[in-house]
């Protein structure tokens, strides 16, 4: 049995106790091998800590909890791991925010839950913004709350999303010119 169908099978059949055993396995089997190499930063051997960097860099997000978790770092492995982990960091968001702006332009509705106004995948996508993008405080996403944007005719949420799109802050963290 493959590591994909033993994995489907513990889904189908796993009780509340199951899936969080699932949940704590997965996490050790996707980081071990990270922690494995982030503990060559400690080593005596350059040609091991110089691999390892290599190795984190390339890895970049999936890396970044193995990297913050090492210490004992010399000065100069405590500036890379610094400079590493944070641009790991940045480069996530900005990939996150490339994702998000796709979302934003899908018009998908999603099922009605009972009480809430018809929404859109969209909607659900503008409504995180402020917790993905620092905005101004006076910004609508800021200031709004769900039922109040939610609550508000499609043309308007339509005209806040592609405003919030557009945004120089937006564009600024993308990378794009503003």
Known sequence: MTLEEEIESRLRSASP?????????SLAHAGSPYAAVAEALQSKSEEAR???????SESRELGVGAMVGVQGLDTEGRAWQISMTAESVLDLGRDLLRWMREHLADRTPLPTRAGEPARRVCDEAYLVMPRVLTLPEDHPARAMDRAGFLGLPVWRRDTLIRELARSRAYRRILGEVV
């Open 50 to 56: 110089a691999r390892a960097h290599y190795v984190l």
């Open 17 to 25: 106790q199951e899936l969080e055993a699932l949940v704590v396995d």
